[in-house]
Nanobody
Framework: QVQLAESGGGLVQAGDSLRLSCAAS????????MAWFRQAPGKEREFVAA????????DYKDSVKGRFTISRDNAKNTVYLQMNSLKPEDTAVYYC????????????????????WGQGTQVTVSP
């Protein structure tokens, strides 16, 4: 089983940028799609962005398109989320996840299709 550790969160002002990192250990995830989800207080965990095993295919939640960029470095077993032009509504705990199942290599949005999760990193955006 892979262990995932997110980092890079923090308290920023609206319009600022953050870069989240998710480092995997335990086994390689280079064949698996990866994703970022987020969960705000009192809300369900929601899809933010996903990337295919080789980085060729990406998918984004509509509200972050053009502001967030997901990328990965399989040699470092790390996936990133570059977040620009942050808004207060981006405030949440951000989680990275490894996709499982039959189509483990292609990105998708349902939470239940991801089998390994990190502990999360808090992102707070003040107005």
């Amino acid at each position: 089983q892979v262990q995932l550790a997110e980092s890079g969160g923090g308290l920023v002002q609206a319009g600022d940028s953050l870069r989240l990192s998710c480092a995997a250990s335990g086994r390689t995830f280079s064949s698996n799609a990866m994703a970022w989800f987020r969960q705000a207080p009192g809300k369900e965990r929601e899809f933010v962005a996903a990337i295919s095993w080789n980085g060729d295919i990406t998918d984004y939640k509509d509200s972050v398109k053009g502001r967030f960029t997901i990328s990965r470095d399989n040699a470092k077993n790390t996936v990133y989320l570059q977040m620009n032009s942050l808004k207060p509504e981006d405030t949440a705990v951000y989680y990275c996840a490894v996709k499982g199942g039959s189509y483990y290599y292609t990105p998708s949005r349902p939470v239940e299709e991801y089998e390994d999760w990190g502990q999360g990193t808090q992102v707070t955006v003040s107005p």
